[in-house]
């Protein structure tokens, strides 16, 4: 399959872009490690390419870039790892937001912010309200965010509209289902792409992944920049994209 597009000069663009790209950020410790450094070293140079990535999807028109920064289960980290992941949360949002802004990206935090310091929380807030009406980019930032979290959120959801009476339970389809999951709003998760060399999907967005192509390379998530992720979309565009039907169906 050509894997690049061609304009009528014959001449090779860029891949097709993916509508929804959501990473697994791995690699920052051992990255760190690697340069005999603190692992914290490698989380603060990790923002870099938390940088390139928003700039890369923004430049070729991704819809939605979900970005996995703190999973549910990264408390259970050394205190001063969770601590230094905390600071550096609270810095990139008072540094980053107004770049963002400019951009025309519209950021949302999503996950269960309950845990957090009010202080970061308010800027979570603030940044969100401040970028709601822009459309170049939606950057989703997955923090003390779990996949199976979501599915309960949405079934608790479901639950209560019937116990209220506002829904009929045979009106629960994958339509409305998915309706009450943390990415309801966006286009179907394309591709997911996973730095680090490890090949699993830790509890990232399960519901969301059904028929996603998944991309893992080896590079370390520091290392990774604007032509990591076009090597991860070139690779998405050879894909067959077949949702079920046979070879023939989808040609
Ligand atoms: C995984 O690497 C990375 C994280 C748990 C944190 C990701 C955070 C950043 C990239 C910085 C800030 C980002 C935003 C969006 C503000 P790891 O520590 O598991 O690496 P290892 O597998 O080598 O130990």
Redesign the pocket.
Known sequence: MDTLNKDDSGSDQMPKMPEHVAI??????????QKGKL?TF???A??E??RASVRFARTHKITALT?????SE?WK?PQD?VSV?MK??KL??TS?VKKLHANGVRLKVVGDLSPFDPKLVQKIKDAEALTQNNTELQLN?A?NYGGRWDIVNAAQSLAQQVASGKLNPEDINETSFNANTAFADLPALDLLIRT?G?KRISNFLLWQCAYSEFYFTDT???DFNENSFLDAVISFNERQRRFGKISEQVI
């Open positions: 697994i950020m791995d690699g920052n410790g051992r990255w760190a490690k692992r490698g989380h603060k990790g923002v390419s938390v970005l996995f920064a703190f999973s990264n980290r790892e992941l550096l949360f990139v949002l980053e930032i923090a680090g490890e370390l998530w520091p």
